[in-house]
């Protein structure tokens, strides 16, 4: 069965909350609150989002200005632009992309982080990665 | 849990992370500070990162999904571009004062690339300044400065991380704004007056590298 995908066409425009149970495809302008909690939020080339966004995954290829929110995935796309925080485990940003803001990646859920006891984790240096730098101490 | 444990436990518990492939031209240097830096953020639970950079999808992959810091893209780059579009240079340390809005204390590493290189010193010194106060002690700045003049176009530089913070690539994109001066070390010292060198290097590429930490 074809899955259903709703699209908001270029020329329309919401002021308010938007609340969905099936994927969105916006190319229109938005302004407010999205929420599609388990499904796909699509912005498309033409969208221009002014919301706070809280989907399963959210792919943006137009623009948004606001916090994102995504239980899996975020994916802007080139030339697609973001500039607000974005909160989702996992997040491609393709070359090209904009963004500006905060990015949480922190999994709901995530065994905490083993904290060392005393000086940081030394970070073992590959002997000949090391070699090819051939850095020298500068005296500062 | 040291920083490769950390890495491969996360690796571990879901599908890995995918990498951009950085373009071959791109100059490939390696790094010795980078990875004290790295060293410094993974004793911390969920390091607080400020990139003063562009966004580069790789580096968010890097640092947010294996690494676990939360992560602040500022791209002052393309603030200060826009600023020397405007012909208003000399406002952008006021600009500075309504971009750091952390709360004193709260980071706990700043990446500042090369981007002292193209301010001028007053300007510099205020960012400085904003680096300082919202580092937390023990909190590490790194930040790379050129040993020469900038010769030909202007460019900015978008560091990309490679092979694990052993390597980074140097994409050089197109700029308004060019290398102000070259910094004595005494005055980056100068600069960054509340922070202590841990670490400087000095690398083929004439490039200086120095990884500041707060003290305690």
């Not at chain 2, 400085?128 to 050129?146: D, I, K, W, Y």
Request: glycine letters at 8%.
């Amino acid at each position: 069965m074809e899955k259903d995908i709703v699209n908001i066409g270029k020329s329309v425009v919401i002021k308010g909350e938007l609340n969905g149970s099936e994927d969105l495809t916006i190319e229109g302008h938005v302004e407010g609150t999205i929420q599609l909690r388990d499904h796909v939020l699509t912005i498309g080339p033409n969208g221009k989002i002014k919301a706070q966004v809280f989907a399963k995954a959210v792919i943006v290829l137009g623009e948004v200005h606001g916090n994102v929110t995504a239980s899996e995935k975020v994916d802007i796309r080139d030339n697609g632009s973001v500039e607000g925080d974005i909160v989702s485990p996992r997040i491609a940003i393709a070359e090209g992309a904009h963004f500006k803001g905060s990015v949480d990646m922190q999994r709901k859920g995530a065994a905490p982080q083993g904290k060392p006891a005393a000086a940081p984790a030394p970070v073992p240096q590959p002997q000949a990665a090391a070699q090819a730098a051939a850095p020298q101490r500068v005296g500062v | 849990m040291g920083l490769l444990d950390r890495i491969s436990s996360r690796r571990g518990d879901h599908e890995p992370a995918v990498f951009q492939t950085p373009a071959a031209s791109d100059p490939l240097f390696s790094t010795k500070a980078l990875r004290k830096f790295l060293s410094c953020l993974t004793s911390r639970e969920q390091p607080v990162l400020i990139d003063l950079g562009p966004v580069v999808g790789s580096n968010i992959a890097y640092f947010g999904e294996q690494l676990g810091c939360k992560i602040f893209v500022t791209d002052l780059f393309a603030d200060l571009d826009r600023f020397a579009r405007e012909g208003r240079v000399e406002g952008f340390a006021d600009y500075l004062d309504k971009k750091f809005t952390q709360d004193s204390a709260s980071v706990d590493g700043i990446l500042c690339w090369d981007f002292i290189d193209y301010l001028d010193k007053p300007t510099a010194a205020h960012l400085a300044m904003h680096l300082t106060r919202v580092l937390r002690p023990e909190g590490a700045l790194l930040g790379f400065f050129g040993n020469a003049a900038q010769n030909g176009d202007s460019h900015y530089n978008k560091f990309i991380v490679a092979d694990e913070g052993v390597n980074l690539k140097a994409r050089a994109y197109p700029a308004l704004r060019r290398r102000q001066s070259v910094l004595l070390n005494r005055d980056i010292i100068k600069l960054f007056s509340g922070l202590r060198v841990s670490d400087s290097f000095l690398l083929k590429n004439n490039q200086r590298e120095i990884l500041f930490r707060k003290p305690a």
